[in-house]
């Protein structure tokens, strides 16, 4: 079965401050990650994901996040966090063999707050 | 840029009564999906749709869950005989392709049991 931890229900940081937001997975067989931002009364709004290739990927509005296999880790960042950064983030994989589905399987998300 | 709508964004229904969630997704997708969301907790896999068929489904998506295409934009999703505990945010999302691109999710409609 296919499982992702967040381990902070939330991360707060200074405007201006780097920001990051902690995800480890467990999928059988290579995985596919995704990042998904929450803001309030809205869906989840794709950010990034890792399929394969360079370890970093670069998403939207200056996110990335870095696959780490040996860890099982798959960290959001942001050099320089924004007030407007503040929202529920949400980690989400499906496993890359064909018997794991479509399906994705969410962490319990993280609320960053971004102070100004 | 295209979206995922959701229709209708709240909706409050006596337990026992029948529901239909609504959902056009992005008119190029190929895969349809619904999650659920219940307050406090994980967004949580409901089922999956392609070629006009399930096809992966997950242990809450028993009997009293249905989902359709009735046409070539809407796709639905039904519950029979709604409990309390159907109470939640449901979440509608389509992709492109299965496996590498990212599911782009609706905003949502958040469903009360009363």
């Known amino acids: 079965a296919q499982s992702v931890a967040q381990p902070e229900d939330q991360v707060n940081v200074a405007e201006g401050n780097p920001l990051t937001v902690k995800c480890t997975y467990s999928?059988?067989?290579?995985?596919?990650l995704f990042w998904y931002v929450q803001y309030p009364n809205r869906g989840l709004q794709f950010l990034l994901k890792y399929i394969t290739g360079d370890n970093l990927v670069k998403g939207s509005y200056g996110f990335e996040a870095e696959f780490n296999k040996s860890q099982t880790s798959f960290h959001l960042k942001k050099p320089s966090a924004l007030v407007s950064d503040s929202a529920l983030y949400f980690c989400?994989?499906?496993?890359?063999?064909?018997?794991?589905?479509?399906?994705?399987?969410f962490g319990g998300g993280t609320r960053v707050l971004v102070k100004p | 840029e295209p979206e995922v709508t959701q229709t209708p964004s709240h909706q409050v229904t006596q337990m026992g009564q029948e529901v239909i969630l609504r959902c056009v997704p992005i008119s190029n997708h190929l895969y349809f999906y619904w999650y659920r969301q219940i307050l406090g907790q994980k967004v949580e896999f409901l089922v999956s749709f392609y070629n006009n068929e399930i096809s992966e489904k997950s242990e809450i998506f028993d009997d009293q869950f249905s989902v359709e295409r009735p046409d070539g934009s809407n796709f639905t999703l039904k519950i029979r005989s709604t409990k309390l505990e159907d109470s939640a945010m449901y979440f509608c999302a389509s992709s492109r392709q299965a496996e590498r691109r990212p599911q782009h999710f609706g905003d949502g409609t958040r469903l009360s049991i009363l």
């Open positions: 999928v059988s067989g290579n995985p596919y």
């Open positions: 989400a994989v499906r496993g890359g063999i064909k018997a794991a589905g479509n399906k994705l399987t």
